[in-house]
């Protein structure tokens, strides 16, 4: 569990890390950053404090719009992105990525059980599709003719959805998962084929090598050592090999 918004994580500091790296989050996109009885916590947060934990350095967290991750980290105010970013092309031109930490994602869209009519991403042309700013599908409800309208949070998007103020939602796979298991399904429901994804990255400004290799090395010393595997099954179940 984690401590509410800049708490310093006390990590044994090695010569390479004598300063404390500050970690940047959306908190309303669980499971993999989200509030949970005034604690942060999800996936991609207990796997940056492993991160960071190996690199024997010092951190905290910073919670703030998905939108304003990318500005934040171009201008020096967080040292790192983990919340669920994919490793678009238009990213990288912003910023550097880590190796690819999760694989498992893709996008899919989700409806009120009572709507037969929309069953597929062609079905979302001419309709009102709600999706988190400045996310991935936004970008796939426009090509698919789909009138877009973008939220905060996707915790906005599913009350929004519920109230039939929106046709449909898209979202990551394993977020639209998350909810379902905490009672969407009992209203809603998951249409179509899922989308895949390039993968989800942590990503840092474009021109710190240092960090960027740092990280990379701490990823392959925890998928070496199992602990990556057990922070995967803690939120997702046993992985598929």
Do not use: C
Request: net charge negative; charged share 25%.
């Amino acid at each position: 569990m984690l401590l509410l918004l800049a708490v310093g994580m006390s990590f044994p500091v090695t010569a390479r890390a004598a300063q404390d790296f500050i970690v940047g989050f959306d908190a309303e996109f669980p499971p993999y950053g989200y509030m949970d009885n005034g604690e942060y916590v999800g996936f991609d947060l207990d796997l940056a404090e492993a991160v960071i934990k190996q690199m024997g350095s010092k951190m905290e967290f910073k919670s703030m719009g998905f939108d304003a991750l990318i500005p934040a980290v171009q201008s020096g105010q967080i040292d790192m992105i983990a919340s669920g970013l994919s490793a678009n092309p238009e990213r990288e031109k912003q910023v550097a990525f880590s190796d690819v930490y999760f694989d498992k994602n893709g996008f899919v869209i989700i409806v009120n059980k009572d709507n037969d009519s929309l069953k597929d991403w062609a079905d979302l042309e001419g309709k009102k599709v709600g999706a988190q700013v400045g996310t991935e599908p936004v970008k796939m409800i426009q090509e698919a003719k789909g009138e877009v309208k973008q939220l905060d949070s996707n915790a906005q998007a599913f009350m929004e959805l519920r109230a039939k103020t929106l046709d449909a939602f898209v979202v990551d796979q394993p977020v639209a998962m998350f909810y379902m298991k905490q009672g969407g399904s009992e209203d809603l429901k998951i249409v179509g084929t899922p989308k895949t994804d390039v993968g989800f990255v942590f990503a840092m400004k474009k021109e710190n090598k240092e960090l960027q290799a740092a990280v990379n090395k701490a990823l392959k010393e925890l998928k070496a050592n199992g602990e990556y595997d057990k922070i995967f099954e803690k939120w997702f179940g046993k992985a598929e090999k």
